[in-house]
């Protein structure tokens, strides 16, 4: 059936058993596909017939689909032109795991974070209006994606506006682990509230089976009555009370009442939302039974290149964060971790289960992430927010408002920091160097190897006077010969010289040290000198450490992770420069753009993080 089955034209031809056997099918081109490449698994396996039903009756690309967040966005794109790509899904130059305009009409947006695609189809819908354009605009977001109190701010518009926005809830009690909150807590509550349901299709049975001459006219009279039954049965909820219709729970794997549901609101010119229950994982038992585990899984590797077997995913940055700051804690307890929804990715599951009185998952909520650790910290907790570099920027205005101004005693531990793997666009750590240098009070520390990052841990929570941000990228943790961290205790904003040379000085920055190291051994071979200075401190940087690297005739090449505008290298250029205007100066670093989908080393490599292109960049600064 999914051979036939390119685009939704091509969709609507079929029946309702045609339809069940494409939804089989297309489970285990997931299963088939998806855990030999890599991606979102379980989100996408639970949304197989809600993504059918919605094609079946919508006219997409005319009515527009935005998925929230966008993991769960592999099945339509299944279905709309894009099933061959599969064998590159999340590849360089292959399919993207997100929705992206550049790749489909059928993408109106790009989608990676949470909670925005409200706020997307209140615009949407609100131009529509003005254009006279009549076409649906539908939402599908998770219940996880409620937890973020953007989305809350769209639902005042458009009950305010009553602007025609369909939104899909599809409620599994997931986000990547299990829901937590009163949000979640309150679609339990909804999801159990079925006495009314029950009533419904048990008359609905008795009346056409035992009357049936006169019983669907019956039927079809209570039908038209069911919101005044449905008013004894339940109170009204959340939605109803903001003047959104509201219709639910429905069973999101049952495609027949899908397509009943989805038919009877198409074009219904009002805001409405269809309360959808799945499973997360639907269909594939190792997933259904560990959904969080087989929410975003690896292929062949982590990286897809080999750097990171599956067997040694436990000695990523991540793992070494969180066994780190189980040991302090054993000490110190005032440390408290907090995590947006993100405890196994931050490496803080176990952590969570050694100390669940200290620990705290906010749900998608990363500007509640920062204002939350400030009230533990002024009560004299120590609080750890851990959290990705990518999502951080969420709570920007609460780390310059609150956090900066306050000079909070909160550690940010920033997980897939510089270029990450696999996500494209919107999830790239690129950007935290250059827009925490420009808040007051912030230290922003840099490790360069897996022991940096431990001394690194317990230097920041034995002074925490201030914010301070430790980051490190979704990577094997290692450490690298010919460094030994270790001999060299912390100073705040002093780097280290790791080796002496000559001819040249080139200044690290975070794990690239690695390759720094390697183009130095590679140098000497040529009889040129390099001094390598591993930075350690994005902020402050001491004026020493300026004084030397404008002091002499060496040129300097400076490397950095993270987006040119605002970060360590245009910083230390300018300052060199105005110290010694004849300096040769030159850096490595990301350009003004949104680094695309690639391994890791493949990125590296695209941005010249390279040994080979370090050795490249000394030539010239030596002819």
Known sequence: MLESVNFPEDLKKLNLKDLSVLACEIRQFLIDNVTRTGGHLSPNLGVVELTIALHYVFDAPADDIIWDVGHQSYVHKILTGRKSCFD???????????????????????????????????????????????????AVIGDGSFTGGMAYEALNTISHDNLPVIIILNNNGMSISHNVGGITRYFKKLQTSRSYLRFKRNLESIMIRRIPMVGRPIVGLLYGLKERIKSIMIQKNFFEDMG??????????????????????????????????????????????????????????VNGDGSIPINKEDNSYSKVFGNTLIQLAKNDPAIFAITAAMKTGTGLKEFADLYPDRFTDLGIAEQHAVDYALGLSLRGEKPVVAIYSTFLQRGFDQLIHDAGISKARI??????????????????????????RMIPHFTIMLPSCKTELC?????????????????????????????????????????????????????????????????????????????????????????????????????????????????????????????????????????????????????????????????????????
Not at 102 to 114: A, K, L, N, R
Not at 246 to 274: A, M, Q
């Open 411 to 436: 550690l940010f531990c920033l997980d897939r920091a510089g270029l990450v793997p696999g996500d494209g666009e919107t999830h790239q750590g690129i950007f935290d160097i250059s827009f925490l």
């Open 244 to 301: 959104i219709s509201y219709c639910g729970p429905i069973d999101g794997h049952n495609i027949k009442k899908l397509i009943e549901t989805f038919r009877e609101i198409k074009n219904i010119n009002k805001s409405i939302i269809i309360h959808v229950v799945t499973t997360k994982g639907k269909g594939y038992k190792p997933s259904e039974d560990n959904p969080g585990h087989f929410h975003g899984i690896s292929g062949i590797t």
């Open 455 to 623: 001394m690194m841990l317990e230097f920041a929570l034995s002074n925490l006077n201030s914010p301070i941000a430790i980051r490190y990228p979704k990577d094997i943790a290692q450490d690298y010969s010919g460094y030994n961290a270790l001999k060299y205790p912390i100073v705040i904003g002093e780097g280290i010289k790791v080796t002496d040379g000559k001819d040249a000085v080139i200044v690290s920055t975070g794990t690239l040290l690695r390759e720094a190291l390697k183009a130095e051994k590679a140098c000497k071979k040529n009889n040129i000198g390099l001094e390598i200075i591993n930075l350690r401190f994005a902020k402050p940087i001491s004026y020493n450490i300026l004084l030397h690297l404008a002091g002499d005739g060496r040129p300097v090449l400076i490397i950095e992770e993270g987006v040119s505008n605002g970060g360590i290298a245009e910083y230390l250029a300018n300052e060199i420069l105005i110290k010694n205007n004849k300096k040769k100066l030159d850096c490595i670093t990301i350009p003004e753009e949104f680094p695309s989908v690639g391994t890791r080393k493949e990125l590296l490599n695209q941005y010249q993080f390279t040994s080979g292109e370090i050795v490249k960049r000394i030539g010239k600064l030596l002819r």
């Open 88 to 138: 590159k899904l999340r590849m360089k130059n292959g399919l993207k795991g997100y929705p992206c305009p550049d790749e489909s009409i059928y993408d109106p947006v790009h989608t990676g974070h949470s909670s925005t695609s409200l706020s997307i189809a209140a615009g949407m819908a609100r131009a529509k209006i003005i254009k006279g354009n009549v076409s649906n605009t539908i």
